[in-house]
């Protein structure tokens, strides 16, 4: 047990050897956010990972992971919701990536992008989904 306390730090876990907090730790705050009701997703690019969920409040939400272990690449991305209620909503992007949008004491993600949107039943809108990134987008009323 010493020279795995002592000489080789874990590095793995919500939080490093300096009680600093690690993105996977985020990732499991986006999850909350998306609510507890899954709704089908599906994608059709081998390198994206999609969940769809909604809250009891009525906002819908998609988890999008741009991984590829051989060769990530930042893209945009088109995302497309079905069985809306129309109106005007708020599209807030939180996204997990090299740019680093939390507050670490807080710990909190800040959105990346926060804008109105006017929808219909289906609505179909790009988001920006970085290289090894977790993007969540949501469209609250």
């Known amino acids: ?28 705050q986006l999850l909350g956010q998306l609510g507890n009701r899954r709704l089908r997703a599906a994608c059709d690019a081998p390198d994206l990972r999609v969940l769809a969920g909604r809250r009891e409040d009525g906002a819908t939400g998609v988890v999008i992971v741009n991984c590829d272990r051989t060769a990530s690449a930042d893209r945009v991305t088109n995302v497309r919701f079905a069985g809306l ?22 710990l909190e993600v800040r959105p990346t992008e926060r804008r109105e949107v006017d929808v219909r039943e289906r609505f179909t809108f790009q988001v920006y989904t970085p290289a090894d990134s977790v993007s969540l987008v949501v469209l609250e009323s």
Not at 5 to 27: A, I
Not at 95 to 103: G, L, V, Y
Request: hydrophobic letters at 35%; proline letters at 6%.
């Open 1 to 28: 047990m010493y020279h795995h306390w002592n000489e080789v730090p874990h590095r793995f876990g919500l939080f490093g050897v300096n009680q600093e907090v690690r993105p996977q730790y985020f990732v499991f």
């Open 85 to 106: 209620t129309p109106g005007r909503r708020s599209l807030v992007v939180y996204r997990i990536d090299r740019e680093r949008s939390w507050c670490s004491h807080a």
